[in-house]
Structure formats: C-alpha cells, structure tokens
C-alpha cells in the first residue's frame, strides 16, 4: 500500500486527468501508478492532499459518516463579526442542506507561500481558521458567502492529525509510520 501527502498549489486538478480542460493536473507532480486523491481540493484551493492506493482508507476519509476533521486556513473579505462567525460555526442554510456546527476562528495573518495568481480583494480581508467535519462540495465559499463574507483564498493545512507542516507547494512525501497509525 502507498501513502502519500501532497502540498497541492492553486490551479491544479485533484486528478491524475484533465478530461480536455487543460489545466495542470497530479500527474504534473506525482509519478506513482494506482494512486487516487482521498477527497479533493478544487482548483483553486491549495495544501494538503493524501493519495493512497488502500481503498477502504479513501472511504474512511471520505465518508461524512466517519466526522474526520479538516482544516483550514482561509482568506475572506468583509468584516468578520463576532455574530457572522457565530452564525457559520453554528451552521448555515444553504440551498439543499443545513450545514454541521463547525469551527470559524479569526487568527492573525498566517506565513503562506504566494500564489501564482495574487488575490486582489475590493475591501478589507481577514484570516480564517475553519474546521470541517463534513466536505460539501465548495462548501466553505458557500457558507461564507451566505453571511455575506467572500472567501478569497482556502489553503488546507490538516485531515485529522495529519499536517501539511512545511512541506513545498508542488511537493509530495510519503506518510510516516507514525501518520498512518493516527489515519487507522
């Protein structure tokens, strides 16, 4: 079996093919047969993504069942409020579903690698720790925007107790023993 973390940058695909987009894809970075993204980033989102070939794992992370958290690191413009912040921690109405009670904390600016593409927002921003337990599909933007905050940037830095640490953008690394053991 392989594991593997992956620090993904903006603009890639969290897929081995680019099904005629032309966007870049894991392929550009990771050249290990059989491995498969364990849940996804989109492409504009960065960090932390794990590729095995172990099945059963990819569903035990996957699988909203099983609450593992993930967190995040993300850049939103508007004015954060302590009732805004309440609100999306306590969940939020969006078009089909309630969202879980999460975690949105304001935090300092973190030190992230600069993008490709800079963010260019139109009024003041401010950072985000954001802790989910369930992976909706560009559910952070959504939320966000549903107490009029806009997401600007998400850069995952945790699944569980796996962390990004430091590893480069663009860069892979197999888990360790001891990262597999928190994993199962």
Request: hydrophobic share 35%; no cysteine.
């Amino acid at each position: 079996m392989r594991y593997i973390l992956f620090n993904k940058p903006y603009g890639v695909l969290s897929q081995f093919t680019d099904e005629g987009t032309g966007h870049p894809t894991l392929k550009d970075h990771i050249n290990i047969p059989n491995v498969y993204a364990a849940g996804r980033l989109d492409r504009d989102s960065e960090g932390l993504l794990l590729l095995t070939d172990d099945g059963g794992l990819i569903k035990r992370l996957t699988d909203p069942i099983h609450h593992i958290e993930k967190t995040y690191l993300v850049m939103i413009e508007g004015d954060p409020t302590p009732e805004k912040l309440n609100q999306l921690s306590s969940g939020v109405q969006l078009k089909d579903h309630f969202t879980r009670p999460a975690s949105f904390r304001l935090i300092p600016d973190p030190n992230l690698p600069p993008r490709p593409k800079p963010v260019t927002p139109h009024g003041p921003t401010a950072w985000l720790t954001v802790k989910l337990r369930e992976g909706k599909k560009r559910q952070i933007r959504h939320m966000t925007a549903a107490v009029g905050l806009f997401t600007l940037r998400i850069f995952r830095v945790a699944i569980g107790d796996i962390e990004l640490g430091n590893l480069p953008v663009g860069h892979w690394r197999d888990l360790t023993p001891d990262e597999l053991r928190t994993l199962r």
